[in-house]
């Protein structure tokens, strides 16, 4: 029985295979190592003027950050150091942090003045103390490193050991990513920190099944990554990520370039440069240089390849092929022709499909640099539209279209004569648009009949409709449109509009003009001016109103409610007088008495609102109640508290 049960099992596995390969569903290949965007001419710009403003920051933190990527103009190095010192003394950031910033902005701005001692001696006693956080580590083993002092193999011994006890007391992403930056630095003190990368990259979350990120956004990700590839290339072992990671990661990064901090915009280039300088995983950018829409007269095809940070793949493609594969019919328009190197830009490529003849349409465009680069891409062809024939006229409302006399116009003339219509008449256009290539008729996205006031450039759009014989039909019965023309006699242009993303010369033509009467009755007259008064009028006074109570039950109901309702008050006096309540003890107080009194009031309230009142008359007088009622328990309970008598 197993035996048959594992035969019918391979059988369907063996049936779903041939289905696929038959149906042409594509099964999962190996990582393209494509990526859509890299940092462009207008990002990098973007980037500067960043860390231009960082420079003027008076942010400590901003000030380092644009100091790693920035020189200081000449005139400013003198200022903007003493200005460091004073922006050191008044951070609000931790001290080993602070530290870090000022020693790593002074070094950068080539600062000539001495290091303040007591800055050199609090890191110098860093090193050899128990930091209770990696990051506190991280900090200040690189202020030591910046500040020219001593590192040696005792310390980073001592500091391996220190980082290793952090880590069991703290193992989140911020602390594993630092703790990779310092081990990188460490030799082979810090190698015990390689086992932790698998722990830290798993945490890693897919987006839309196109990026990873780390909790935490760009910084956190930035961090775990560039410590985790640091630590791996120190210690020569296999790189944390496969090229499908390396490859969402660079989409994340890529994604996140409209950043506007300096420090950001630092973690962003340093993670970018890290990923591309990865040979082995590097994806590279495979996308089209201009908007993919190939004019019919001059049909190029414009790809560029390059790296993430725009510039050119290292080594340079050998060939780059395409095969392009219309989207409407599947016909092969191109198969595996080779794309030409730009002689000014080599990051651009190009090919001419003019001599394929490509029709108006979507086309598919696979490109492949060697076997590890593919990607798709989608280009539109576009065609010109001409206008074969079109005719307009005006007729009776209730004559057949065939016997309305129409004239002629080419486009893009305007027909000399005007046309009159009144509101017996109907106004009919008919035109037939077809390919300017093949002659054959072909549809738009657009057809608009457009109708505008010579005087008041009031405008009125209509949709032309396709007939049998895919031409367009506009046909208005002026009587029965009156209302949207809001009954505006005069003279209109017609205009008809044709559009479509796939053409090259979508038109607005003004094809006549017409003159159009609208016969208003006096009713309408009336109305409409009934109307225009009413409006000019103060409208009535908008008053809340209650819903209206809903019948009450008989009065017999009522009352044997009324009594079950008391019925537990006069128990509970009774078993009072029962029990022999000791009534001698009640405080004679004025905080006793008020607070009583005030309790019985709002009790008497409920019952009024219960019979009379309204919510809002209730609560406007329920709120002084309470907060006497408040005020003398307050005092009550005092008096009950200190146990003697008020004073």
């Given at each position: 029985?197993?035996?048959i049960?594992?035969?019918?099992v391979?059988?369907?596995g063996?049936?779903?295979?041939?289905?696929?390969?038959?149906?042409?569903?594509?099964?999962?290949?190996?990582?393209q190592?494509?990526?859509?965007?890299?940092?462009?001419?207008?990002?990098?710009?973007?980037?500067a003027?960043?860390f231009?403003?960082?420079l003027?920051?008076n942010?400590?933190?901003?000030?380092?950050?644009?100091?790693?990527?920035?020189?200081l103009?000449?005139?400013?190095?003198?200022?903007t150091?003493?200005?460091?010192?004073s922006?050191?003394?008044?951070s609000?950031?931790?001290?080993?942090?602070?530290?870090?910033?000022?020693?790593?902005a002074?070094?950068?701005?080539d600062?000539?003045?001495?290091?303040?001692?007591?800055?050199e001696?609090?890191?110098?006693?860093?090193?050899t103390?128990?930091?209770?956080?990696?990051q506190?580590?991280?900090?200040?083993?690189?202020?030591a490193?910046?500040a020219?002092?001593?590192v040696d193999?005792?310390?980073?011994i001592?500091?391996?050991k220190?980082?290793q006890?952090?880590l069991?007391?703290?193992?989140?992403?911020?602390?594993?990513g630092h703790?990779?930056?310092v081990?990188?630095?460490?030799?082979?003190?810090?190698?015990f920190?390689y086992?932790?990368?698998?722990?830290?990259?798993?945490?890693?979350?897919?987006?839309?099944?196109?990026?990873?990120q780390?909790?935490?956004g760009?910084?956190?990700?930035?961090l775990?990554?560039?410590?985790?590839?640091?630590?791996?290339?120190?210690?020569?072992?296999?790189?944390?990520?496969?090229?499908?990671q390396?490859v969402?990661?660079?989409?994340?990064?890529?994604?996140?370039?409209?950043?506007?901090?300096?420090?950001?915009?630092?973690?962003?280039?340093?993670?970018?440069?890290?990923?591309a300088s990865?040979?082995?995983?590097?994806p590279?950018?495979?996308?089209?240089?201009?908007?993919?829409?190939?004019?019919?007269?001059s049909?190029v095809?414009?790809?560029?390849?390059?790296?993430?940070?725009?510039?050119?793949?290292?080594?340079a493609?050998?060939a780059?092929?395409?095969?392009?594969?219309?989207?409407?019919?599947?016909?092969?328009?191109?198969s595996k022709?080779?794309?030409?190197?730009?002689?000014?830009?080599?990051?651009?490529?190009?090919?001419n499909?003019?001599?394929?003849?490509?029709?108006?349409?979507?086309?598919?465009?696979?490109?492949?640099?060697?076997?590890?680069?593919?990607?798709?891409?989608?280009?539109?062809?576009?065609?010109?539209?001409?206008?074969?024939?079109?005719?307009?006229?005006?007729?009776?409302?209730?004559?057949?279209?065939s016997?309305?006399?129409?004239?002629?116009i080419?486009h893009?003339?305007?027909?000399a004569?005007?046309?009159?219509a009144?509101?017996?008449?109907?106004?009919?256009?008919?035109?037939?648009?077809?390919?300017?290539?093949?002659?054959?008729?072909?549809?738009?996205?657009?057809?608009?009949?457009?109708?505008?006031?010579?005087?008041t450039?009031?405008e009125?759009?209509?949709?032309?409709?396709?007939?049998?014989?895919k031409a367009?039909?506009?046909?208005?019965?002026?009587?029965a449109?009156?209302?949207d023309?809001?009954?505006?006699s005069?003279?209109?242009?017609?205009?008809?509009i044709?559009?479509?993303?796939?053409?090259?010369?979508?038109?607005?033509w003004?094809?006549a003009?017409?003159?159009?009467?609208?016969?208003?009755?006096?009713?309408?007259?009336?109305?409409?001016?009934?109307?225009a008064?009413?409006?000019?009028?103060?409208?009535?006074?908008?008053?809340?109103?209650?819903?209206?109570?809903?019948?009450?039950?008989?009065r017999?109901v009522?009352?044997?409610?009324?009594?079950?309702c008391?019925?537990?008050?006069?128990?509970?006096?009774?078993?009072w007088?029962r029990?022999?309540?000791?009534?001698?003890?009640?405080?004679?107080?004025l905080?006793?008495?008020?607070?009583?009194?005030g309790?019985?009031?709002?009790?008497?309230?409920?019952?009024?609102?219960w019979?009379?009142?309204?919510?809002?008359?209730?609560i406007?007088?329920?709120?002084?109640l309470?907060?006497?009622?408040?005020?003398?328990?307050?005092?009550?309970l005092?008096?009950?508290?200190?146990?003697?008598s008020?004073?």
């Amino acid at each position: 029985m197993y035996d048959i049960i594992l035969l019918v099992v391979h059988l369907a596995g063996l049936l779903l295979l041939i289905v696929l390969l038959s149906t042409g569903l594509a099964i999962p290949s190996a990582t393209q190592r494509t990526v859509s965007n890299h940092l462009t001419t207008q990002d990098k710009e973007r980037f500067a003027k960043v860390f231009d403003e960082g420079l003027k920051s008076n942010d400590l933190q901003s000030l380092y950050y644009a100091s790693v990527n920035v020189a200081l103009p000449a005139g400013d190095a003198v200022s903007t150091c003493k200005r460091l010192l004073s922006l050191h003394r008044e951070s609000k950031l931790n001290d080993f942090e602070k530290n870090f910033y000022l020693i790593g902005a002074r070094k950068n701005f080539d600062c000539k003045e001495t290091l303040p001692t007591q800055v050199e001696s609090a890191v110098k006693a860093a090193l050899t103390k128990d930091a209770s956080t990696a990051q506190e580590i991280y900090y200040n083993f690189h202020s030591a490193k910046l500040a020219d002092l001593t590192v040696d193999e005792k310390v980073r011994i001592v500091l391996g050991k220190n980082l290793q006890t952090v880590l069991k007391k703290d193992d989140s992403l911020n602390s594993l990513g630092h703790a990779f930056a310092v081990a990188a630095e460490l030799g082979t003190a810090g190698s015990f920190a390689y086992d932790r990368i698998e722990e830290a990259f798993v945490q890693a979350d897919e987006v839309d099944g196109r990026m990873l990120q780390f909790e935490g956004g760009l910084s956190i990700t930035a961090l775990v990554v560039n410590g985790g590839f640091k630590l791996a290339t120190s210690l020569s072992k296999p790189l944390p990520i496969t090229t499908e990671q390396a490859v969402k990661f660079a989409t994340y990064f890529l994604s996140r370039v409209s950043v506007q901090t300096p420090k950001g915009v630092s973690l962003l280039l340093e993670a970018l440069n890290l990923l591309a300088s990865q040979k082995i995983i590097a994806p590279i950018c495979i996308r089209l240089a201009d908007n993919g829409k190939l004019l019919p007269e001059s049909p190029v095809l414009n790809v560029r390849v390059c790296d993430l940070l725009g510039k050119p793949v290292s080594p340079a493609p050998v060939a780059l092929s395409t095969t392009i594969v219309s989207r409407t019919n599947n016909d092969v328009l191109v198969s595996k022709v080779n794309l030409v190197p730009n002689k000014d830009d080599s990051t651009l490529f190009t090919y001419n499909l003019k001599p394929a003849s490509p029709t108006r349409g979507l086309y598919h465009v696979d490109i492949e640099v060697a076997p590890s680069y593919k990607q798709q891409l989608q280009v539109s062809v576009l065609g010109k539209v001409r206008v074969s024939s079109l005719e307009v006229g005006v007729g009776d409302t209730d004559s057949a279209a065939s016997s309305v006399k129409r004239h002629s116009i080419t486009h893009p003339s305007k027909l000399a004569i005007v046309l009159n219509a009144d509101s017996q008449q109907k106004v009919l256009l008919k035109t037939a648009l077809v390919d300017d290539v093949s002659g054959k008729p072909i549809n738009v996205h657009q057809a608009f009949v457009l109708l505008r006031h010579m005087q008041t450039r009031q405008e009125i759009i209509f949709v032309a409709e396709t007939d049998s014989s895919k031409a367009y039909k506009f046909e208005m019965d002026v009587g029965a449109r009156a209302s949207d023309f809001r009954y505006k006699s005069g003279l209109y242009e017609l205009c008809m509009i044709i559009g479509d993303t796939l053409l090259s010369n979508s038109f607005r033509w003004h094809v006549a003009d017409l003159e159009l009467k609208f016969s208003v009755n006096e009713r309408q007259q009336k109305s409409g001016s009934a109307d225009a008064a009413n409006s000019r009028k103060l409208l009535p006074e908008i008053v809340h109103q209650f819903r209206t109570p809903e019948k009450r039950p008989a009065r017999f109901v009522s009352d044997l409610f009324t009594v079950l309702c008391i019925a537990p008050i006069v128990i509970l006096f009774g078993l009072w007088a029962r029990l022999g309540v000791n009534v001698k003890n009640f405080p004679l107080s004025l905080g006793a008495l008020g607070f009583h009194l005030g309790l019985g009031a709002i009790l008497v309230l409920f019952a009024i609102f219960w019979l009379r009142l309204n919510m809002f008359e209730t609560i406007r007088y329920l709120i002084p109640l309470a907060l006497f009622t408040f005020f003398c328990g307050n005092r009550m309970l005092r008096k009950i508290a200190r146990g003697g008598s008020e004073k």
